[in-house]
Structure formats: C-alpha cells, structure tokens
C-alpha cells in the first residue's frame, strides 16, 4: 500500500502527537525514578532530575530481595507462556476448524466465565487449592496455563482461525491428512502473527499480576516481581522515589520483550496466492 | 481413547468442585468452629491452652502491612522478642498490598496468624465482633509487667466496655504544620503551640486571611482580591474524617450521640464544625478545595514550595518534611470551643484461634515497646505508646530533642495535647461507622463544594444515616 | 460428522477441563453462596432463598441502581470510543513509516507501567488549575472542565484515562490488519481506487473479526471497570462514579457481605451475558470470515 505523500505526513503528525501524549507516563516513570523524594510531585513539574539520583534503583533493588522476586517471576512466566500458546491453540482449533455438534454451545459456556467479577470466585477458587494443598505454591498460577491458557487467548486465536481460508484444510483432507497435520502444517504457521501476540500477552500479564500471587503465596521467599512493587507503599504514605525506579527496572524487560516481539507478529504472514 | 479421557476429566473435575464446594461449607455450617486448625480457646485463656511445656519450640504467625522501613520496625522488635524467648520464632508474613482481601481470604480458609495488624476502619470489627479475637484486657489485668494507665490513651480499642480487642503501637495525632519562613516575611506571629494559648476559630481565618495570596499579591484580607488565581493558600484542610472530627469535638459535637442511639452530624455543634471549615474554601477562600487539594499531594511540598502557609494535618507528616528540608513547625489546632485532638491507630490484635495465647501476647508488649520502633519514631512516623515517654523528661528528649522531624514547638503542642485534650478515632466507637458514612461523605462532597450548606446536607441524609446507626462501643447496651 | 465430535473434543478437551476444573467450581459455589447471608467471619451461615435478590432488585439497596446506571454509561462511552480510537491508530502504526517499531511500543507502553504511577499522572494531568489538559484549553481559550472532581464530569474522565490503555487492543487490530492479503489492495489500485475505497471495500470487511473481538471484549471488560474507582475516585464525587464492581468489591471484603456480594456479581454477569450474547448474535450480519464460517 503506497499512500501519497500528504496522506504519509498527515497521518505521521497525527502519529507523533497520539505518541507524545502516550509516552508521557513512562517519560515521569524515568524522571520520578532518577529525583530526590522531594522533587516529585512539585507543581508545576520539573522534567529533569537535579540531580540525578542514581542510586535510587540501587536502594530500591536491594532494599528488598528483587533478584529472587525476578526469579520467581520468571520462573511463573516461562511455565504460564508456554502452557498457554500451546493449549489455547489447541482449543481454538477445535472451536474453529472442526466442525461438531455442540460446539458453539460450549464455547459460550467458557467464554461465560470471563463475566463473573473476580472478587466472588477468589475466596472459593483459594479454599479450592488449599484443599489440595497448593496453598502457598506455584500450582494455582501455573497449572490453569496448561488448561487452555485462558478463554480471552482461545477467543483471540479462534477469530483469527476463522478468517484462513478452508482450500488449504479441503486441499488436505482430499490428500488424506488428519485433522493433526492440518493444524501443525496449515493453521500454526500461518497463525504465527497472532501466536506470538498470545505469548506476548501471556508474558506481560502474568509479569504484572499480583492478585493472583497475593492471594495464593504466604513466604516472601515465593513473591514475585508485582508483589515487591506494592511493598514500597506505607501505612501513611508511599516511598515514591523507590517505588518508581523500581517500578521502572521492573517495566524494562517488558519493554524489551514488546520491542523484539513486535517485529516478529507485525511483519505479518501474507497468504499469497490462494483465491483462484 | 477420548472416552477415557473425558470420563477421568468428569472424575477430577468433580473432585476439585467438591473441594471447593465443601471446603466454603465448612467454614460455614452452621455451629461449627473453625473446620481444620485447633478448637478455638476459651476467652480469659490466660493460662496457655494446651499446656506447653516451657522450653519448647513455638512459632508464632504475625501479619502486617506497610513500607520497608516499618516493616524493619517490626523486624527489630520481633528480634529483641526472639531473644528474650530462645524457644519462640516469629514468622513474619508482610503482606504487600489489599491487606483487607488477603486477611479475610485467610480467614475463610482457616488459615488465620496469631498475631494482626488491624485497622479499626475496616475488618477489625466485623472480626472482632464474631468473637475472633482474644479479650485483651484479661492479660492487661493478670499481667504485672503492664498496666492500662501505663499507655497513653485513646490507642485501646474496645468491642464494648470490657473487652479490649486492639492495642495500638503508637498514637497519632493532629496539629497545625506552618511554614516558618511565610510567617517571618509577611511578618505575622505563627500559631502557638501550648493548648491554652491556641487561637480561636477566628483568629485563626484571620491570619490565614492574610497568608492567602493572589498572583497579582493581593492577600484575601484585601478588597480586590481575586479567588480565581491564588497562588498561595493560607491553609490546607483535609476533608476526610480525621481532620474534621478534632473541630466536630471542639465544638462539643460527635458522629452520634452520648448514648449512641441518635445520627448526631446534622445536630448544630458538628453542623457549625463542618460548615466553618467548609467555609474557609467556598467563603473565605483561604483553603483548597478537595478538587484543588489533590493538586497538592503532600502536606510537606506544599509547605516546601509554599502553596500553603498552613496545614492541618496528622503528625506522621513530620517524617516527609523532615526530607524536604523546609523550615517548618508545628503549633496546636485552633479552637471552637476546646482544644481537641483526635488520636488514629492502627491496632495489633491477637486471634482466638492462636494456639499460643500467652506468647503472643508477650509479642504484643514487644511491639507496642518504643525502644524496638525508635528510628521510626525519631523519623517522624510514629509516636511512642507509653506514656512514660511522655512524661519522664530523659524518655521525652529521646525522641523530641534535636531531630529534624521534631521542630521547637513539638513538645507543646504535642504532648500535653494527647495527654490531656484527646479523643479517639470515631473508628473506634461508632458502630457500623463505615455504613454511616457511605451515606455521609456523598452529602459531605457537596458541603466541601460549595454546593450545599452543611446544614441542608446533613439534614437530607440523616434519616438514613440514622438508619444504620447501631450504639456505640464505650457505653453499655 | 462422529469424526467431528471425536476430534472436536479432543482437541478442545484441555480447555474443557480446565473450565470444569479452575473455573466452574467456583462459579457454582458463588452461586450456591448467593442464596445464603454468607459473611466470611460467621460461624453460622443459613440459607436465605432468593432473599439477597429481592434486597437488589426491590430499591431497598440504591446503591445497587446507582452503581448499574454509573456502569452503564461508562459502558455506552467508552466502548465505541475504544474501538474507534484504537482502530484508526491500528490503522496509522500500520503504514509503512520510519520508526514504526518505536511508535508501536510509545502506544502499548501505558498499558504496562504499573498503576500506581499512572494513577498519579492523571491527576496530575486532569487537576483543574494546574493540570497539563486545562492549561492547554485555557491557552486555546477552551472551557475547562472540574473532570475527576464534578459529578457531571467525572464518568467521562474515567473513561479519557482509560483510553491510555488501548496499547492491547490497538496490537489485535494490527495483527488482524496484518492478515490482509496485499493483492486485494493492489486489486483496489488498479481499479482506480484511493484510501477511501480501500478503507471501506478491503480493510473494514477483513478486519471485522477482529472488531469483533475487541467489541465483545471492550463490553466484557468495561462493565467490570474496577481500578479506577479504587485508586482515582473511591467512587465520588457523590457515588457518580461508584462503578458496579467497586461497589461489589467493597461489599464482599470491606463489609464481608460475601453472601449478598455473589448476588450482586450474578447480576452483572447475566447482564454481561446479555449483551454479549446480542453481539454474537448480530455478528452473522456483519462479521466476514475468510474462512467462510459463520461467527
């Protein structure tokens, strides 16, 4: 698609405003991260750190244990990605290429768990694992990943499933292909874009959910990133400058993994040559 | 191969809702204790339940929420505590954030600690009152080493009169923060600090009055001066309960009546309270409004980049203007009619379904000990729970002399104000405080707007606010 | 067609489970939990019939309708205004400029700083005298407005900050733009067509199962709206922004009303089911599937 040179500047300004207002946030993450606490919050204010307080991160990260908060983060990262691409893939499959009776019934039935508030499923969700004895473990995080991953994920894969064109599965059956080789061969590499967007949606939620590990871990030895921010927050007040620079240290690989992720999902996949 | 499949799914799929299922009856059946620890003790139990021999190795569980360094504060006390008592371990849960969701989730799971900070405006009463705590006041009574008197008060917490479910680490307390060098400049007299000298309600907006400021430096005192570009506030005003509850008291009114039968926030003396205070944002224009306050986040900045010249405010802000190296001090609230202070808490308090009540209360006494607290009570943060150490003079300048969070005028209006002239959190002994407030604050958001009198609003709410009004807890029946 | 099920099960079984397992059993107590006065600190919990429904629907409690009404105009504004915004940045992050790579992240950055920091952001950009956004209107010479802190506005700020998080959505749209087969286009442009024809002929059509999506996710997740009424409003001023799930939430762990708190979450979840439920309905008309399926 080659747009015309008005419509290339029109929409790059449009890009660069839309961008400086969303990047505000981050930009005073940084600043708050690198000021004196007496700094932040003066009105009206002031972008640049006089001076600049280094050793924040250093006070924040070791003020408490980060470095076991980021194994332990990874560690439930690692587990919930790869549970969850590859049995929402499954199940997207089965809910979109495979024809069965009942199918649709009972993807309305788990989509319908997404549309009960949390807040009264948590208590018998947490009696339920501590009746298995996983009180304090990583099982309730992890497990459910390899469980379909989360409806949102099979719903997201399922969409896009729809769209590839069925030549490709009818071309398969009539050479004798199970419904196994259709989604290994066909459906998986064509849906990479929007697999990886799963496994990026994947990392970042669980980097930063911190219900999930409050409610089910009691050792600090077990808390993970998202817990260790919310620690900087006191009785009366909150230690900002720590808060924010640990904030920030913990934002970073985020950022990191979105800027190598979204090359890879974005340089989309295009099907060629498939209508007549 | 599905078949199986599926019927193994069906097998386990019903176990694990049968878990579920089961273990929230449990907790719920009707009569039943608490399903899987110990049988709760009896009350009174100052014998230790089970008879532990001496010696043997007990962990105690303690819950508690906060930043690192008060986290360190606990730490240091339960070390000291530890030393005393080789045998016992304290197991320090530090619970991040939600405190209320996670403790309440623990509850229901049998899964209580022994000893929990508690706040007294949120879960400690609904607790308390289904009896889940121990009475505190049997140990205070059996126990030679403490006495009630020997705490400061208003930090006891009662269920009703003879049952203490809380006791508190530290007060805190109100005061009038002010900026040193805007008083110097406009060449006025700050606010004094000792209770008998406090400025009247009036004295009081004069002064602020003429600390308000425009931008072209008009002060409010002055005929042409312009309330829609102010640049410095003669005063900062909380909105929430702890600031307008000391001049609710001052004026001899309360949230409810002596006997806690009657709504008493639309009665005239809190009426007067709150519209005076009302009065200084929409009237005098001295004060932010709360849509102009959450642009000063902090009672320290907006003393240090003199948006304020004055700040009502708890004493825990001495801590942040510490930090900021502004020239402050402190003098005592102004008065109605009596000078007032309202104390606020948090409490420790001790679970009935601890296996180990008597070391959990000798845990208690640790924490409530100032020694074990000292770098947060010299920072700023917290005061002292005993009140020796406000009134024996060595203990007193331990934590009053030289420290950058303990200005000159400190003492004065601190010490003889909690000792002589407080009143505790209505948190304390309004029951079903929460409920009578959701129904007060919307109508309170309009009195700080402007939009109503306090009067009026009070008066809209007060049938149903008088609807949930249940007694109060420091009288009988 | 036996085939079908065998292998439809099959592979949707983990899913399945999982749903049974983690998620089903939990709903099933909720509900069961809302037929009761369950409150977590009892002893005693008795079954009290439809009792707490009554309670809501009878206008015994206002809170309950406050709460709907709040949530559903937050639910009627911020919907369309996400699907619309999100989209048309899609479509801009989608062309082929330099530093696309860095656009893309600047967008979906807000959505992954922690809330706290946000949150101060915000108030710091909606406060009425200082702020960034009433600076600049005043400068322009623009009414301002109070935003967080008027009753009239406030519901409308809520969903202004929440539009910084669109990052999420704005990637599905761009990973459903990125299907699009590049002959269509060119098939466009040889027949003379310009940005318009191709927005609405190729771009629009294809991507409708991503709208779609988005749709029933915006709804979804925007009747549970939660954290800005925890952190930004406590629901003021004057409850015009206690939003259904604060309100909720308040209920079961402040107040420790578990029981009456399920009722009000299976409320929500028939509306939610509702609305939902209307969209997949509708979709046959207007979503196109390559694939030939219908939604």
Same mark, same amino acid.
């Given at each position: ?118 807040a ?50 009818? $071309? ?72 924010? $620079? ?31 | ?27 719920s ?14 009350s ?12 043997? #190795? ?27 008592? #080789? ?12 405190y209320d969701t996670?403790l309440t989730?623990?509850v229901?799971?049998?899964?209580? #600690?022994?000893?929990a900070q508690m706040e007294s405006a949120s879960i400690a009463y609904p607790l308390a009152e289904q009896g889940k705590f121990y009475n505190l006041q ?10 009630q008197?020997?705490?400061?008060p208003n930090i006891t917490y009662w269920l009703e009169p003879g049952n203490i479910i809380g006791l508190g680490?530290?007060p805190e307390t109100f ?26 309600w ?35 005003i909380g909105t929430w309960w702890g600031n307008y509850s000391n001049f609710i008291y001052s004026n001899g009114g309360d949230f409810v009546s002596a006997d806690g039968k009657k709504f008493a926030l639309n009665e005239p003396a809190a009426v007067e309270a709150l519209q005076k205070m009302a009065d200084l944002i ?8 709360p ?21 009502i405010?708890g ?18 609230l102004?008065v109605i009619k009596e000078p007032t202070t309202t104390v606020v808490s948090g409490m420790f308090s001790?679970?009935k ?39 024996? #003079? ?27 002239h407080s009143r505790q959190t209505p948190t304390g002994y309004v029951k079903n405080f929460n409920k009578i407030m959701d129904i007060v604050n919307p109508a309170l958001d309009k009195v700080w707007l402007g939009q109503q009198t306090a009067q009026e609003a009070l008066d809209s709410v007060a049938a149903k606010a008088q609807a949930q009004v249940q007694g109060r807890r420091d009288v009988e029946g | ?6 292998? +439809? ?24 939990l809302s037929?009761t006065d369950y409150n977590v600190f009892k002893e005693q919990t008795s079954?009290v019939?439809l009792t707490n429904y009554a309670k809501l629907f009878s206008g015994e409690d206002e809170l309950f309708y406050q709460s709907l009404g709040v ?80 009753e ?77 009424a925890y952190?930004?409003t406590q629901g003021g001023p004057n409850n015009r922004s206690l939003f259904y799930v604060f309100y909720l939430w308040r209920t079961a762990f402040r107040d420790t009303e578990m029981g009456y708190a399920s009722a009000l ?26 694939? +030939?399926?219908?939604?």
């Amino acid at each position: 698609m080659r747009p015309s040179k008005l419509a290339l500047t029109a929409g790059y300004t449009a890009l660069i405003l839309i961008s400086a207002l969303f990047v505000i946030p981050f930009v005073w993450l940084l600043r708050s991260s690198l000021m004196d606490l007496s700094q932040i919050f003066t009105m009206p204010p002031e972008w640049i750190p006089k001076p600049f307080h280094w050793d924040n991160f250093r006070r924040a990260l070791t003020t408490l244990p980060f470095g076991t908060f980021f194994t332990n983060t990874f560690v439930i990262v690692i587990g919930v990605l790869v549970g969850t691409v590859a049995t929402s893939s499954i199940a997207a499959f089965g809910f979109a290429r495979i024809p069965w009776r009942g199918r649709e019934a009972v993807f309305a039935v788990l989509m319908s768990g997404m549309m009960l508030p949390a807040a009264v499923t948590m208590i018998p969700s947490f009696l339920g694992w501590k009746a298995l004895g996983f009180y304090d473990t990583y099982y309730p995080l992890i497990v459910p990943a390899y469980f379909g991953g989360g409806i949102f994920n099979i719903f997201l894969l399922r969409q896009f499933y729809l769209t590839i064109p069925r030549d490709f599965d009818e $071309a398969a059956f009539v050479d004798g292909a199970t419904y196994f080789q259709i989604y290994a061969r066909i459906i998986l590499p064509l849906s990479r874009s929007v697999l990886i967007v799963v496994a990026l949606f994947s990392f970042l939620g669980t980097w930063n959910d911190f219900m999930g590990p409050l409610i089910y871990l009691k050792s600090d030895r077990l808390f993970t990133l998202a817990l260790g921010l919310q620690m900087f927050q006191g009785t009366y007040s909150a230690q900002w400058d720590l808060l924010m $620079a640990a904030s920030a240290a913990v934002v970073l690989p985020c950022v990191v993994v979105f800027l190598i992720g979204q090359r890879y999902f974005l340089e989309g996949i295009t099907l060629t040559g498939l209508k007549g | 191969m599905s078949r199986r499949r599926k019927s193994l799914s069906v097998l386990l799929a019903l176990v694990m809702m049968l878990a579920a299922v089961l273990s929230a009856c449990t907790k719920s059946d009707s009569g039943q204790g608490g399903g899987n620890s110990a049988p709760p003790a009896d009350s009174a139990g100052s014998e230790s339940a089970g008879g532990d021999k001496p010696g043997e #190795p007990i962990t105690l569980r303690m819950t508690v929420w906060g930043a690192p360094e008060e986290v360190a504060a606990y730490k240091t006390a339960i070390a000291k505590f530890e030393n005393k008592y #080789p045998n016992i371990k304290v197991n320090l849960q530090h619970i991040p954030t939600d405190y209320d969701t996670k403790l309440t989730t623990m509850v229901a799971g049998n899964d209580e #600690p022994d000893v929990a900070q508690m706040e007294s405006a949120s879960i400690a009463y609904p607790l308390a009152e289904q009896g889940k705590f121990y009475n505190l006041q049997d140990f205070l009574s059996s126990d030679p080493e403490i006495k009630q008197d020997d705490l400061v008060p208003n930090i006891t917490y009662w269920l009703e009169p003879g049952n203490i479910i809380g006791l508190g680490p530290g007060p805190e307390t109100f005061v009038l923060y002010y900026n040193e060098d805007i008083f110097k400049d406009a060449g006025l007299t700050p606010p004094p600090a000792k209770a008998s000298e406090a400025w009247t309600w009036d004295q009081f907006v004069e002064v602020a009055k003429k600390l308000t400021i425009d931008s072209k430096g008009r002060s409010a005192a002055d005929p042409g001066f312009d309330p829609k570009n102010i640049k410095q506030y003669g005063v900062s005003i909380g909105t929430w309960w702890g600031n307008y509850s000391n001049f609710i008291y001052s004026n001899g009114g309360d949230f409810v009546s002596a006997d806690g039968k009657k709504f008493a926030l639309n009665e005239p003396a809190a009426v007067e309270a709150l519209q005076k205070m009302a009065d200084l944002i929409n009237v005098h224009h001295v004060a932010p409004s709360p849509v102009q306050a959450k642009n000063i986040p902090a009672t320290n900045i907006a003393l240090q980049t003199k948006k304020v010249a004055m700040a009502i405010d708890g004493q825990w802000a001495t801590a942040g203007l510490a930090q900021s190296k502004v020239h402050f001090n402190v003098g005592v609230l102004p008065v109605i009619k009596e000078p007032t202070t309202t104390v606020v808490s948090g409490m420790f308090s001790i679970f009935k379904s601890t296996k180990h009540p008597k070391e959990a209360w000798e845990l208690m006494k640790a924490l409530l000990d100032p020694d074990a607290a000292i770098d947060l009570i010299t920072a700023g943060t917290w005061m002292p729970a005993y009140r020796s150490w406000y009134t024996d #003079p060595d203990l007193l300048a331990k934590w009053t002399e030289n420290l950058d969070s303990r200005p000159s005028n400190y003492k004065d209006a601190v010490v003889d104000v909690l000792l002589n002239h407080s009143r505790q959190t209505p948190t304390g002994y309004v029951k079903n405080f929460n409920k009578i407030m959701d129904i007060v604050n919307p109508a309170l958001d309009k009195v700080w707007l402007g939009q109503q009198t306090a009067q009026e609003a009070l008066d809209s709410v007060a049938a149903k606010a008088q609807a949930q009004v249940q007694g109060r807890r420091d009288v009988e029946g | 067609m036996r085939k079908g099920l065998f292998y +439809g099960l099959l592979f949707t079984s983990p899913a399945i489970l999982g749903f049974v397992l983690f998620t089903l059993g939990p709903m099933v107590a909720s509900l069961a939990l809302s037929l009761t006065d369950y409150n977590v600190f009892k002893e005693q919990t008795s079954f009290v019939g439809l009792t707490n429904y009554a309670k809501l629907f009878s206008g015994e409690d206002e809170l309950f309708y406050q709460s709907l009404g709040v949530t559903f105009y937050f639910v009627a504004l911020r919907v369309p205004a996400v699907i619309v915004i999100s989209f048309v940045v899609a479509l801009l992050l989608n062309m082929n400029v330099k530093g696309r790579a860095f656009f893309r992240t600047i967008i979906y950055l807000p959505s992954i700083v922690p809330a706290v920091a946000s949150a101060m952001i915000w108030m710091w950009l909606l406060n009425p005298d200082l702020g960034l956004i009433n600076s600049a209107l005043r400068w322009l010479h623009l009414p301002t407005s109070n935003w967080l802190y008027s009753e009239g506005s406030v519901i409308p700020s809520v969903v202004l900050t929440t539009l910084w998080g669109i990052g999420g959505t704005v990637i599905i749209f761009l990973a459903g733009l990125s299907g699009i087969p590049k002959p269509y286009y060119e098939a466009i442009e040889v027949d003379g067509g310009g940005w318009y024809s191709k927005l609405r002929h190729i771009t629009i059509p294809m991507v409708t199962p991503t709208i779609f999506f988005n749709t029933v996710m915006a709804i979804i997740g925007s009747f549970q709206v939660f954290n800005e009424a925890y952190i930004l409003t406590q629901g003021g001023p004057n409850n015009r922004s206690l939003f259904y799930v604060f309100y909720l939430w308040r209920t079961a762990f402040r107040d420790t009303e578990m029981g009456y708190a399920s009722a009000l979450a299976w409320v929500l979840f028939v509306i939610i089911l509702f609305f939902t439920y209307i969209v997949f309905r509708t979709s046959k008309s207007w979503v196109y599937y390559e694939g +030939g399926e219908r939604a």
